[in-house]
């Protein structure tokens, strides 16, 4: 008898909170956003080049520990999350 394929089958995938995904939704939404000076009918906005990941990861982790918000995502838990809102 041949085992069953146990692939993708574990449970340990890190879930974070709907309270945490919303606090980096509205740190994303109070980030400027710029329209773009190549097109004046573009409705799509840049964030400022001004705007760094890392520096917006550590002021949402700050938030995460002020608002007593755990466990504090990874680094790249944030980019990937941070790409998808963009």
């Known amino acids: 008898m041949m085992p069953t394929d146990q692939m993708g089958e574990h449970k340990n995938h890190s879930h974070m909170t709907k309270k945490i995904k919303k606090s980096l939704c509205k740190l994303i939404d109070r980030i ?5 000076h190549y097109k004046d009918n573009s409705k799509v906005k840049y964030l400022s080049p001004a705007v760094h990941k890392i520096g917006a990861y550590e002021l949402w982790t700050e938030e995460c520990k002020t608002n007593e918000l755990s ?4 680094y790249e838990w944030f980019l990937v999350f941070w790409k998808k809102k963009l």
């Open 32 to 36: 400027p956003k710029h329209k773009s």
């Open 71 to 74: 466990p504090v995502p990874s």
